[in-house]
């Protein structure tokens, strides 16, 4: 099947400010850049049309065959680059150009669509995932991402801690065993952070993803 007949996601993101940084700064975030790409590719390997590649030195780009990675992709950007924040631009779209092992050398609507996105998260100072291509749902999947994002942003690294613990599916009983503390210290700062809230609302964010992106992704009727 021609590849320009295939629809997929593509991810786009690049560092803020990152040009401000001073040489010596500059050469060991880039490194710690790459370093987490190497592990985006490890990590949703099953989920990648085309690996994640840094495109520039201080952006990336990645192809993928389902949508319902996003949330878990957007948390390990935040959690595994401390470096600097990361506008990101996901599309919608197919290929001009034939697919590759690696994001780079491909072309087409899909990729345009993310690069437009992440160039609004840009003028708009928006953090926290921008999306284009995905037609009436571009407002929608744009809207919760900032709102989760929003909702996150005010969490001490504490705080990301036990969430992150209790978003990989621990209770908070198995949280405060596992940080030694008791389980009304982890009530109070999971009430502190609205992660009922914030649950529902990521849980709400996949369902879209799962039943109304995912089956668009694919072979173009």
Not at 5 to 31: G, N
Not at 99 to 108: K, L, S, V
Request: proline share 4%; aromatic share 8%.
């Amino acid at each position: 099947m021609a590849g320009h007949k295939e629809r997929y996601i593509a991810v786009i993101a690049d560092m803020v400010k990152s040009r401000e940084l001073p040489s010596s700064r500059r050469a060991l975030v880039q490194k710690h850049f790459e370093e987490l790409i190497a592990r985006l590719n490890k990590e949703f390997r099953p989920s990648i049309a085309a690996k994640f590649s840094i495109t520039l030195g201080d952006e990336f780009q990645a192809l993928l065959k389902t949508s319902t990675v996003i949330p878990d992709l957007l948390w390990r950007l935040e959690e595994q680059f401390a470096d600097r924040q990361l506008r990101v631009g996901v599309g919608f779209g197919t290929l001009d150009t034939p697919i590759q092992p690696y994001a780079i050398n491909i072309d087409g609507p899909v990729l345009h669509r993310a690069r437009e996105a992440v160039e609004e998260a840009a003028r708009q100072h928006i953090l926290g995932g921008v999306f284009r291509g995905f037609g009436s749902l571009d407002d929608v999947l744009s809207g919760i991402a900032r709102l989760l994002y929003f909702q996150r942003s005010g969490w001490t690294s504490a705080q990301r801690k036990i969430a992150n613990l209790m978003r990989s599916g621990l209770s908070q009983s198995e949280v405060a065993a596992h940080l030694g503390v008791s389980r009304q210290v982890i009530s109070k700062q999971a009430a502190a952070i609205g992660w009922s809230a914030y649950r529902s609302g990521e849980n709400a964010w996949r369902i879209i993803f799962r039943d109304y992106v995912d089956p668009m992704i694919g072979p173009k009727p």
